[in-house]
């Protein structure tokens, strides 16, 4: 690539209030000396190319790219396999092949924490030093974050695992979102007067088992488009005797469309309560319809996010 850059590292994973602060930052910093700004990120995650289990994915490849681009509009994302002949690359190959050959690096961003290199020997005194050699300056990312501490991609897997939707959107700066493509199931939903669009694989981290009020997007040709409000149940759903298969569905409110094999985006905006068994249908019929009306005044002021160009963000 030609001309010199402003080459920001990281998986970013959530695209989280701390990540685009250092966004924000690396494109006033690229302004201010006339650079470019390079974001450079990986996929997959390099724990499965490391033979380790990688951590609950808070956000797909694509949902990123929209997400960091949305956030650093000048930027140019390059995206890296992480395979095995990248992780063998040596601290001083990485350096000078990717960062500077290939990036034009003039400034490097990295977390203080950033490992590189083959066995992840190389860490910021060694970009430091090897930056002097080869023409870079290396520049630890600012950490900003509250009083528990910094924004990071790992608090908020804990708040998504423990169905903490509202703690989650506080550091995302925005609702966790799981997505995938609406299935046939057993239609016991529309049995019930309140049919769901069951989502099948499911990429993201998904929360506790409970019901949450939600916002879903419907997404046609790679464009997403807010569907509605709704409510959403993730379980194995105990009073109708479904104890294998846990499912995620979703009922969206005042929607009366074919939505087979649509993919749609929940936003999970607020958890209502957890699962439960309900005596017989009638009772889960009655919670179901009061989990309506929560969901609705829990959504009552959610519009749109015109950042997202017509989704709810």
């Not at 699962?275 to 959610?302: K, N, T």
């Amino acid at each position: 690539m030609s001309g010199g850059a402003v080459v920001i590292i990281g998986y970013f994973d959530g695209v989280h209030r701390g990540h685009r602060a250092v966004l924000v930052a690396g494109a006033r910093l690229a302004e201010e000396r006339g650079l470019a700004v390079r974001l450079l990120t990986f996929d997959p995650h390099p724990s499965v190319t490391l033979g380790r289990v990688p951590p609950p994915t808070l956000t797909t490849l694509e949902r990123k790219r929209e997400l960091l681009l949305r956030a650093c509009p000048a930027a140019e994302l390059v995206v890296r396999s992480f395979d095995r002949a990248f992780a063998a690359l040596a601290p001083e190959a990485f350096a000078e092949r990717v960062l500077v050959h290939e990036l034009g690096a003039r400034v490097v961003m990295v977390g203080d924490d950033f490992r590189f290199g083959r066995g992840r020997t190389g860490g910021m005194a060694e970009l430091v030093a090897l930056g002097e050699r080869l023409g870079f300056a290396t520049i630890g990312a600012p950490l900003v974050g509250d009083d528990e501490g910094p924004w990071s991609s790992t608090r908020i897997r804990m708040h998504v695992q423990r169905g903490e939707v509202e703690a989650a959107a506080r550091l995302l700066g925005r609702p966790h979102l799981v997505s995938g493509v609406v299935s046939h199931g057993q239609r016991r939903g529309r049995t019930l007067g309140f049919p769901t669009c069951n989502l099948a694989s499911v990429p993201e981290a998904l929360p506790a088992n409970g019901v949450y009020a939600v916002l879903v997007d419907r997404v046609d040709s790679g464009e997403a488009r807010a569907l509605g409000r709704g409510v959403c149940n993730l379980g194995m759903r105990p009073t109708i005797g479904d104890l294998d298969n846990p499912l995620l569905e979703a009922h969206v409110f005042d929607l009366d469309q074919e939505l087979y094999g649509a993919h749609l985006r929940v936003h999970l905006v607020a958890r209502l309560r957890g699962e439960r068994r309900f005596a017989g249908l009638d009772e889960l019929r009655r919670q179901i319809a009061q989990d309506c009306e929560d969901a609705l005044a829990s959504l009552a002021e959610a519009q749109p996010d015109p950042a997202a160009r017509g989704a709810w963000s």
